[in-house]
Nanobody, 125 residues
Framework: VQLQASGGGLVQPGGSLKLSCTAS????????IGWFRQAPGKEREAVSC????????FAQYALADRFAISRDNAKNTVYLQAHRLKPEDTAVYYC???????????????????WGQGTQVTVSS
């Protein structure tokens, strides 16, 4: 299984960004793909995840009004659209894969979670 994340970069406060994560080597529509982030000196936290099997989702409540997750099953790809970005959104954003019912557990990661490489998002003027 491989995860390819892209879309990070430098954005001004109030701006938008769209991250993409494509999973290869998985059975189509059989996994959940999630987005997580880790800021310097802070613990990793879940942003949102979506099941490619049934479209069920989980989103961190504090971020749900600015971060929207979507999927393209044909491409085994999940997108994270971020709006009204703030400097505190600066972090390395990671995508990860787990079971199709992962959203039910709030996308808590564990030994079965497979991680992709991170993509840096910097919100600064």
């Amino acid at each position: 299984v491989q995860l390819q994340a892209s879309g990070g970069g430098l954005v001004q406060p109030g701006g938008s960004l769209k991250l993409s994560c494509t999973a290869s080597g998985v059975t189509p529509n059989s996994v959940t793909i999630g987005w997580f982030r880790q800021a310097p000196g802070k613990e990793r936290e879940a942003v949102s995840c979506i099941s490619l099997s049934d479209g069920s989702t989980f989103a961190q409540y504090a971020l749900a009004d600015r971060f929207a997750i979507s999927r393209d099953n044909a491409k085994n790809t999940v997108y994270l659209q971020a709006h009204r970005l703030k400097p505190e959104d600066t972090a390395v954003y990671y995508c990860a894969v787990d079971s199709p019912n992962w959203p039910r557990s709030g996308c808590r990661w564990g030994a079965r979670t497979l991680w992709g490489q991170g993509t840096q998002v910097t919100v600064s003027s």
